[in-house]
């Protein structure tokens, strides 16, 4: 008999509820009873309450057992586990658990599937399948492809991917760069980790495809510092696709040069924003530019440069090798394809829901989250990172895509939900998304630098009871003055999660209602 | 008791060298340096500059820009607490009070004996295990004061 197969993640969020523990301990009671295993350390299903969740290979395809403890382990292999026997902690198929059979998994296809080290698995998955296609059809035609395929920008802003790869490609200038965003700085947000720790040659196809298309022969992935196994995985894979020769100085024998450096961060948010990055990829403080010139045309040291964020790029491949009509198909309005989104926070069951755009948030706190962890009821959401707004729980049918969100009064970001029951103090966190801007800003616009310092002290007097009112209309106005004076989103939008707060949830600054706005007083 | 502040000059000269010829070759050094020492010296500007030919006050702003580079030494051990939204909204603020208390350190400083260097942390990307925190390196999901104590006596925490 063959070796049997267990999948224990090596995701870091499966390794933060002890997978290390429990690989260890799997592969110590095999020794005992003298069984031939081979441990496969796979990404995340995304299932994160089920963490760690272990997966046996068996005749009837894959089952899946958790949460498993390093101490669950004898009784797992007393249950017969290896050939799919039944125990307490056994959940069936993996691929029949509702949260997971009722996605519909294109960026996400094989994270959790795959051995994230291995690009034999990579390629028997469908790997690499996507740059085939873009080395025959050539840049203005991958071009054409992700333009019609209506990709956004899924690091927050949603601009349009085709729109900006053919700037780029219209450059007479060269060298040309591609730059991956890594920063993922947004609280609630996890998908960028997952795919690179899960599976990060999908990344590594995406930029290459994108290099090929705007004639690119380097490319920089800057990541961020809170990541190590991401980077870990990220220089295994692309030394692994060195050496077959999916990366270097002729791609796939295609004649055309790319390869890739990974550069971690050093802990600011601000260097998410896209010229941040560049500047700190150029080794200077990550201080915002002016705009124009736009990056696709002056970008990492003044040449054209490609910056998308990690999932844009990690969904190029599927667009390439199932054809744009194929994901211009999910979604609706002008949001089209899927959305990996990510619930957190105070929520039963968080984890990634990869899906079309047009699901409701209760459907996903409700549906898939199964309200609140603590069993409490639910009162706030905040959507979108720490730039996004708080929304009540009476707002939660809204569709999430971004122009419902944006028409909310927020904004959908980088898809990240999180949920807080009813022991939040929404003048808290309103007070904290000023503390955070005023630690993060990179100072360059005064609104931003000075705005959010003095919006903690006015918070703190609404808090504090001194003339509520008063100091209520000076929060608006100074918000006002942020949002139309700052460069960047940080001073920007910092604005949306302190005005939702004040807007829905007026009696915890001690206001009865909403406050009469700055234009009414004066 | 005062914190050493010597460092290992022939180090930070070798990193220097190793990676002055890379495109924007400061953060790469930057970062070795605060990765291999634990800490960005202040004294090791100059020859930073020197080496790019940059000036004092240009790698200075570099350094102090970002929150990762220290400029004194860490203590024993470091142990970095997420404070961002979703931790938040499952009790990250009264495990700070806790962990500080527990470890006597206050948030963002060295204890006095140099045990324990508590940093926060906005986001380890780890939102669907709230609240995470990590202790020299290692992640842990789920932390609940009770958690934290726990990983302390099983010796995550070498005092």
Same mark, same amino acid.
């Given at each position: 008999?063959?070796?049997?197969?267990?999948?224990?993640?090596?995701?870091?969020?499966?390794?933060?509820?002890?997978?290390?523990?429990?690989? !260890?301990?799997?592969?110590?009671?095999?020794?005992?009873?003298?069984?031939?295993?081979?441990?496969?350390?796979?990404?995340?299903?995304?299932?994160?309450?089920?963490?760690?969740?272990?997966?046996?290979?068996?005749?009837?395809?894959?089952?899946?057992?958790?949460?498993?403890? /390093?101490?669950?382990?004898?009784?797992?292999?007393?249950?017969?586990?290896?050939?799919?026997?039944?125990?307490?902690?056994?959940?069936?198929?993996?691929?029949?658990?509702?949260?997971?059979?009722?996605?519909?998994?294109?960026?996400?296809?094989?994270?959790?599937?795959?051995? +994230?080290?291995?690009?034999?698995?990579?390629?028997?998955?469908?790997?690499?399948?996507?740059?085939?296609?873009?080395?025959?059809?050539?840049?203005?035609?991958?071009?054409?492809?992700?333009?019609?395929?209506?990709?956004?920008?899924?690091?927050?802003?949603?601009?349009?991917?085709?729109?900006?790869?053919?700037?780029?490609?219209?450059?007479?200038?060269?060298?040309?760069?591609?730059?991956?965003?890594?920063?993922?700085?947004?609280?609630?947000?996890?998908?960028?980790?997952?795919?690179?720790?899960?599976?990060?040659?999908?990344?590594?196809?995406?930029?290459?495809?994108?290099?090929?298309?705007?004639?690119?022969?380097?490319?920089?992935?800057?990541?961020?510092?809170?990541?190590?196994?991401?980077?870990?995985?990220?220089?295994?894979?692309?030394?692994?696709?060195?050496?077959?020769?999916?990366?270097?100085?002729?791609?796939?024998?295609?004649?055309?040069?790319?390869?890739?450096?990974?550069?971690?961060?050093?802990?600011?948010?601000?260097?998410?924003?896209?010229?941040?990055?560049?500047?700190?990829?150029?080794?200077?403080?990550?201080?915002?530019?002016?705009?124009?010139?736009?990056?696709?045309?002056?970008?990492?040291?003044?040449? +054209?440069?490609?910056?998308?964020?990690?999932?844009?790029?990690?969904?190029?491949?599927?667009?390439?090798?199932?054809?744009?009509?194929?994901?211009?198909?999910?979604?609706?309005?002008?949001?089209?394809?899927?959305?990996?989104?990510?619930? /957190?926070?105070?929520?039963?069951?968080?984890?990634?829901?990869?899906?079309?755009?047009?699901?409701?948030?209760?459907?996903?706190?409700?549906?898939?989250?199964?309200?609140?962890?603590?069993?409490?009821?639910?009162?706030?959401?905040?959507?979108?990172?720490?730039?996004?707004?708080?929304?009540?729980?009476?707002?939660?049918?809204?569709?999430?895509?971004?122009?419902?969100?944006?028409? !909310?009064?927020?904004?959908?970001?980088?898809?990240?939900?999180?949920?807080?029951?009813?022991?939040?103090?929404?003048?808290?966190?309103?007070?904290? !998304?000023?503390?955070?801007?005023?630690?993060?800003?990179?100072?360059?616009?005064?609104?931003?630098?000075?705005?959010?310092?003095?919006?903690?002290?006015?918070?703190?007097?609404?808090?504090?009871?001194?003339?509520?009112?008063?100091?209520?209309?000076?929060?608006?106005?100074?918000?006002?003055?942020?949002?139309?004076?700052?460069?960047?989103?940080?001073?920007?939008?910092?604005?949306?999660?302190?005005?939702?707060?004040?807007?829905?949830?007026?009696?915890?600054?001690?206001?009865?209602?909403?406050?009469?706005?700055?234009?009414?007083?004066? | 008791?005062?914190?050493?502040?010597?460092?290992?000059?022939?180090? @930070?000269?070798?990193? @220097?060298?190793?990676?002055?010829?890379?495109?924007?070759?400061?953060?790469?050094?930057?970062?070795?340096?605060?990765?291999?020492?634990?800490?960005?010296?202040?004294?090791?500007?100059?020859?930073?500059?020197?080496?790019?030919?940059?000036?004092?006050?240009? @790698?200075?702003?570099?350094?102090?820009?970002?929150?990762?580079?220290?400029?004194?030494?860490?203590?024993?051990?470091? @142990?970095?607490?997420?404070?961002?939204?979703?931790?938040?909204?499952?009790?990250?603020?009264?495990?700070?009070?806790?962990?500080?208390?527990?470890?006597?350190?206050?948030?963002?400083?060295?204890?006095?004996?140099?045990?324990?260097?508590?940093?926060?942390?906005?986001?380890?990307?780890?939102?669907?295990?709230?609240?995470?925190?990590?202790?020299?390196?290692?992640?842990?999901?789920?932390?609940?004061?009770?958690?934290?104590?726990?990983?302390?006596?099983?010796?995550?925490?070498?005092?």
């Amino acid at each position: 008999m063959s070796a049997a197969t267990i999948y224990v993640p090596g995701d870091s969020g499966a390794l933060s509820m002890g997978a290390e523990a429990v690989a !260890a301990a799997i592969a110590r009671e095999a020794r005992r009873r003298g069984l031939d295993l081979r441990i496969v350390r796979n990404g995340s299903r995304g299932l994160y309450w089920l963490e760690p969740l272990v997966e046996v290979a068996t005749a009837r395809g894959r089952v899946a057992y958790g949460p498993v403890a /390093a101490a669950d382990v004898p009784s797992l292999f007393a249950a017969e586990f290896l050939t799919g026997g039944d125990h307490p902690l056994a959940l069936g198929p993996t691929e029949e658990i509702d949260y997971l059979k009722r996605q519909q998994r294109l960026t996400f296809a094989r994270v959790g599937i795959v051995d +994230p080290r291995s690009l034999d698995d990579y390629l028997a998955h469908g790997g690499y399948r996507g740059l085939g296609r873009a080395i025959e059809l050539g840049g203005g035609q991958i071009v054409e492809a992700i333009t019609a395929s209506n990709l956004r920008g899924r690091g927050g802003a949603a601009f349009p991917a085709g729109i900006k790869w053919k700037t780029t490609l219209d450059q007479p200038a060269t060298p040309k760069y591609v730059v991956c965003n890594a920063d993922e700085g947004d609280s609630g947000t996890f998908s960028d980790r997952m795919i690179m720790e899960g599976d990060p040659f999908v990344l590594i196809e995406g930029m290459t495809i994108a290099a090929l298309a705007v004639g690119a022969a380097s490319g920089y992935i800057y990541l961020r510092s809170e990541y190590p196994d991401a980077l870990g995985a990220l220089n295994h894979a692309i030394g692994a696709a060195r050496a077959r020769r999916y990366l270097g100085a002729s791609v796939c024998g295609s004649g055309r040069p790319f390869d890739i450096t990974v550069r971690v961060g050093a802990g600011a948010y601000i260097c998410g924003e896209e010229t941040a990055m560049l500047e700190s990829l150029e080794g200077r403080r990550g201080m915002i530019r002016f705009k124009p010139p736009l990056p696709a045309i002056a970008g990492l040291f003044g040449h +054209p440069t490609v910056v998308n964020n990690v999932i844009t790029l990690a969904s190029v491949p599927v667009i390439l090798d199932r054809g744009a009509k194929f994901y211009n198909e999910y979604g609706l309005g002008r949001s089209r394809g899927t959305l990996p989104l990510q619930l /957190a926070g105070n929520v039963k069951r968080p984890g990634l829901v990869e899906i079309a755009f047009g699901l409701t948030l209760r459907e996903l706190i409700e549906d898939y989250g199964g309200g609140t962890a603590s069993g409490r009821p639910l009162r706030a959401v905040q959507v979108g990172g720490p730039l996004g707004a708080y929304f009540p729980g009476a707002m939660l049918d809204l569709a999430i895509d971004y122009e419902a969100l944006a028409g !909310a009064g927020g904004l959908l970001g980088h898809g990240g939900v999180v949920v807080f029951d009813d022991t939040v103090d929404l003048a808290r966190m309103a007070r904290y !998304a000023m503390e955070f801007c005023a630690l993060e800003s990179c100072g360059k616009c005064t609104p931003c630098r000075i705005g959010s310092t003095r919006g903690v002290e006015v918070i703190d007097r609404i808090i504090a009871g001194r003339d509520r009112g008063a100091n209520a209309a000076l929060l608006r106005d100074l918000c006002d003055t942020m949002a139309a004076g700052s460069l960047c989103a940080l001073g920007g939008l910092t604005p949306l999660p302190v005005l939702s707060a004040l807007k829905h949830f007026p009696r915890d600054f001690g206001l009865e209602s909403e406050p009469a706005d700055a234009a009414a007083r004066s | 008791m005062a914190i050493d502040q010597t460092w290992d000059e022939r180090a @930070v000269r070798a990193i @220097v060298d190793g990676l002055k010829d890379e495109p924007g070759a400061l953060m790469p050094i930057l970062r070795r340096i605060q990765d291999d020492l634990g800490w960005v010296p202040p004294a090791s500007v100059a020859l930073i500059a020197k080496a790019l030919n940059l000036s004092r006050a240009e @790698v200075h702003g570099v350094v102090s820009f970002y929150h990762d580079f220290r400029h004194a030494p860490p203590g024993r051990n470091v @142990v970095r607490v997420c404070r961002a939204e979703s931790c938040q909204a499952l009790g990250a603020n009264a495990l700070v009070d806790h962990i500080s208390r527990h470890l006597r350190v206050e948030l963002g400083a060295t204890s006095a004996d140099g045990a324990v260097t508590l940093e926060a942390v906005y986001c380890l990307g780890n939102c669907a295990r709230s609240p995470a925190v990590v202790i020299n390196g290692r992640i842990i999901g789920c932390v609940t004061p009770a958690r934290f104590d726990e990983a302390v006596t099983e010796g995550w925490v070498d005092r």
